[in-house]
Each structure stands twice: as structure tokens, then as C-alpha cells.
């Protein structure tokens, strides 16, 4: 601690832009969930009605628990569909080049727009879709499958496909960072490869899994354009909600839903955080 | 007692270990030198089982068990770079191999921690148990790996240069370390190494390896007196080799003995001991080798001489302190050097000693 000058001078730049971008607009937001809501105005006089109203009403509540939900599903099947892509890339393929070009590969379908990547669900999973026609060809089904497209069905399969490489990328990463000599020495110590993949792979891919979640939970839970065109409108996220309050001007109530999604956010990514300890394991 | 039979391995046409056969046996620490790249990891890789010979079978205690895989083998190995579990502790990386073994696993957690603790014993790092394999420094990380693999009693335990990343002083304390350990376990320790005082020091029984065949097998004692093999005399690091169309009038040179005129004549390669050689000034009555002095290293308890002699060959003479005293030597001057004709050891073009 020699200058502490010059540490404040270096450390200036990062907490400039962290308080004007990110402090300021937390503190304002949930300023504003407390101001007064009429019809087409907002006072800045403080009342907490925006709040009981949030809470008590069957719609936005509900809207909530629906967000967790869904998001809670996608988590859990881009774990269970992106790990076991991550360890094929991460461990089984050796050449380093086909690594990377398998990791581009993955993330193809970002080369086109959101929205295309979305809508292109439609035509896959409709009545007279894709998938309903091949499983009628094949004799599968009698009957088109009607719960594929526009239902919660259709939302998370959607949102499964966008934000899945956003899984795989991370534990790939952990996972293709495990010394060979490792897997070789519990090979050796008599470790059957189960064992290895449950004590010494699991393991130590699991800042992976901690880091795709986080950014999986993040991009879900602000989630509203994938619902909105998969579900027919039918599918309310609190992304939605938000949009919609935005629309008709009622800042202090769309404000409320912002705060309750910050705060669910932060305390996901805080409980991972406390799980795993990134700063040990990167 | 563990056998290789004919042990070949190739990868894609590159030959990496050719024809290789011996025996370990019973409570022995045999030390298997060579440099590197001559195939002694891959040979430790092929008798752990974690690759599979093209030809040739590995036996233990009489059955063979080239098809068994690694995890079945019980053939402990020590890897060169430790291989410890960073997410476990001391403790848990020692208990691994009891607990999740596929054949006999220890279930009772008692019995565990009496091994664990014996072993940490064994190799001294109690105190050590529950810290993380990032806050130990490499001497007890190379203590943990040994213990991680002794604790399962090995039939055999194989030691993939286990030194090579320690500093001088430890490496010596190791040395004696693992032979002490090893003599209390009675198992069978093969050690691989790139360094000839190790190979020398620790092995009951030496191996020496290069481009992927054993050259020469046998006491160390011997082996340094008397290389059968000049591969096995280059790897000494102890003797000058002397080759080439005149080198019947260099070793003459240096000699006023006789020497034996049919080996003489069958000889391509000669090895001469650094420190059989003796040095004289160029004004000398005595016969010599004419060479230009170098430059000399000093080493504490000995120096060495470097010169280079006519035919371009650079030369080295070992002055041991406790034999001779220090010479100061004049850069680039000529010098004679000398020999007896006792100490010159002939090879034949097959590289061969001969008689």
C-alpha cells in the first residue's frame, strides 16, 4: 500500500463507469417503484402501492412464478444437453483444431438474427410442421401434436436452443482443461471410468456448469421476445410484463417488476457463487 | 516378479520401443536409465496398461496381464508430473485409490484412515493431511503422489523420473528416502530416470535404454566400470570417446605403455575414463596427445578440463580435489594428455566391448 493515490487513480476508471451505468440506474430504479402511479403520469411522491398491487395480483405474481419456472427447466436441460456435449468436445476430442471448430460450429446459429433463430421454431414445431409431419409419416402419431407450438412447451424448446451453446462453451472449457495425467492416475489408482467421471471429471468441471448457469440465468430471466413468438402472446414472462407496463407508460410499476427480477437474479448467481469459489478454480 | 516378453510399440510407422525384455523381481529396485526420447515413459505407459503393446506380453507373478486394463493391472505409477486431484486434499488424494478401486475397495472409513495414516507416516507429511494440493510445495506433492500409489500396495511400482522436478538438495534426500520406504514396504520399485547418478545410486539392478531398446542390463557397479555397450558408456557421462581413421595413433599417442595389438585393430571406438587421464605441459619429455586447453569447470569437489585434440574432438579431464590439486591452465595453449593402456576399454564397429 505504498501509493494509495495512485491505486484510487487506477481503480477510477471501473468505479466511474460501474456507479454511472450501474449503481445509478439500480438506485433510480428502485427509486421509481416507489412513485406514484396515475393513469398517464408519475409523481415522484412515495407510496408503496405499485408494490401491493405487484404482489397481490393473480396476473403478475403469477407471472413470476411462471418466469422462475420456465427458467428453472431451461437451466436444467441446457445442463443435462449441454454436458454431455461439453465433455465430447472437452475430453474426447484430442485435436485441439477440431476443438475450436466444433466450439465455432456450435455457435452458427448466432450468425443469423434473434428473431430468425426464434421464428424458425415455428415452422419446425406447428401443426403442419416439421416434426408433425415425419412422426405422421413415419406412422408415429394419427394426429398432429398440438402442444409442440404455442404453449410453455414450445417457449422453453426455443429458449433451450438459443441459449444452450452459452452452457456448453464454459464446461468445455473447464472440462478440456483437465490433465490427461489426471484421468491417467485414477485410471491407475483402479478407478473404473464412472468413477473417474463422477470423483475427478464432475468435479472439476463444475465452475464450468457454475459460470453457463449464470449466464443462462441471466439472459433467461430477461427474457421476453422468445415467449412472445412461441407462445402466441399466450406465455407472460416478467420480461413481458415489463414491455408491456413500458408500453403504456407505467414507469413505476414496470420498475417494481425490474427490481424483483434483479433480485432474483442476484441471488442465484450469489448462491453459486458461494458453491463454487471461481477465483480458486479459474 | 514382473516379466516383459519382446515388448514392441509403434506409433503411426515411428518405432518407440523395439524388442524390449526383462525381469523385475521380487523387492527389487531396478533403475532404468535413458535420455530422453529413447521410449522409457512410453515402456512405463505399456507395463501400467495405459497403452497397449503391438507385440510382445507383460506377465505378473506368471500370468500375463497385457490385455488387462490399467485399473485392474494393481501396478502403481508414479507420473512424473504428480497428477494430484486439485479439488481433493492431501488426505483424500492418499484414501482415493482404497476407496474407489474398482477391484476390493476399502468401504470401512476406519480402515481407510489407519492406511492413509501409516502411509502419510511413511512418507512424512503428517501435518499435511488437510491441505489442499495447491499449498504444498513439489518435494510433498511428489510425496503424495508416492503415497497416493503405495497406500494400494502395488504389486510393483513403477516411478516415472519422480525426481526429475525437485531441487538438488531434496533430490538427494528423496533418493535415499525412497529407498528406505521402499525396503520397509518390500515392494518392487522400477525407477526411470534421465540421470546417470540416480540410475547409478538407487538401482540394485540397471536398466539403460536408447531409440527404444534396453542396451545393456546389469549391477550399476558394473555398468560403470565396464560398459558392455558404448550407448551404455556415453549415457555414464564418465568417459571420452575416442573414434575415427586415426585412432590407433591417438591412443598410441597417449601411452607409453603397449597396447593389445588385436583389439587395437578390431576397435572403432574406444572409451577412456575423465578421470584415468592425466595432464602435462607441452615441453614435457613424456610422449602425449597433443590438445588445446578450453576452459574448465569447477565443481566443488572436482574440475574439469575441457580441451580439444587434433581432430577436432573436444576432450574432457576430471581432476578430483582429494587426488590432485588444482592446475591453473592457460586458455587456447597446448597441453599432452595421458593414459595407461589398462584403463582404455575397446569397442568393435557394432559398438560392442570387446574381450
Known sequence: ?282 | MLEVKAVSKNFSGVSAVEDVSFTVNENEYVTLLGSSGSGKSVLLRLIAGLLTPDEGDVFLNGTPITDLPCHERRIGFVQQKYALFPHLNVYDNIAFGLRHRVIDPVKDESIIRKKVQNTIELVGLVGQETKMTGQISGGQKQRVSLARTLVTEPKICLLDEPLGALDANLRERMTIELQNIRRELGVSFMHVTGNEFEALAMGQNMLVMSDGRIVQQGAPQDMYARPQDLITAKSMHNFNIFSGDDLSAQLKAGTSDKLPATKLKDAHFCAIPMDKIDISDASAKTSGLSAEFLTSEFLGNKIIYFFKIENGDVCEVENHMSLRERRELKANATYQLHWKSKDILYYGENKQLLG
Open chain 1, 1 to 282: 500500500m505504498r501509493s494509495n493515490k495512485g491505486t484510487w487513480l487506477l481503480l477510477s476508471p471501473g468505479i466511474i463507469w460501474i456507479t454511472l451505468f450501474l449503481v445509478a440506474p439500480l438506485i433510480m430504479m428502485i427509486y421509481v417503484s416507489f412513485w406514484t402511479q396515475t393513469t398517464f403520469s408519475i409523481k415522484p411522491d412515495m407510496t408503496v402501492v405499485s408494490w401491493v398491487n405487484f404482489f397481490s395480483s393473480d396476473t403478475y405474481f403469477g407471472a413470476l412464478l411462471r418466469t422462475i419456472r420456465i427458467w428453472f427447466t431451461v437451466l436444467m436441460v441446457t445442463i443435462l444437453v449441454g454436458f454431455p456435449v461439453a465433455l465430447y468436445i472437452g475430453q474426447f476430442i484430442k485435436n485441439k483444431t477440431l476443438q475450436t471448430a466444433l466450439l465455432v460450429t456450435c455457435v452458427i446459429p448466432f450468425w443469423t438474427s434473434f428473431l430468425i433463430r426464434v421464428l424458425a421454431w415455428r415452422p419446425m414445431l406447428g401443426k403442419e410442421g416439421a416434426i408433425n409431419i415425419l412422426l405422421q409419416k413415419m406412422g408415429i402419431i394419427n394426429a398432429p401434436i398440438e402442444v409442440l407450438l404455442y404453449t410453455e412447451l414450445s417457449v422453453i424448446i426455443g429458449m433451450v436452443q438459443i441459449y444452450v451453446v452459452f452452457m456448453v462453451g464454459p464446461i468445455a472449457f473447464m472440462i478440456g482443461r483437465i490433465d490427461g495425467s489426471l484421468i491417467e492416475g485414477a485410471r491407475d489408482l483402479g478407478a473404473s471410468t464412472w468413477t473417474i467421471f463422477r470423483r475427478i471429471i464432475l468435479p472439476l468441471s463444475m465452475p464450468g456448469v457454475i459460470v453457463g448457469a449464470i449466464f443462462v440465468t441471466v439472459m433467461v430471466l430477461g427474457e421476453f421476445a422468445t415467449a412472445s413468438a412461441l407462445s402466441g402472446r399466450k406465455v407472460n414472462l416478467l420480461g413481458n410484463i415489463i414491455i408491456t407496463q413500458v408500453g403504456s407508460l407505467k414507469w413505476a410499476f414496470a420498475a417494481v417488476a425490474g427490481v424483483v427480477l434483479t433480485v432474483v437474479m442476484a441471488t442465484f448467481v450469489a448462491i453459486m457463487l458461494r458453491i463454487v469459489n471461481l477465483r480458486n478454480q479459474l
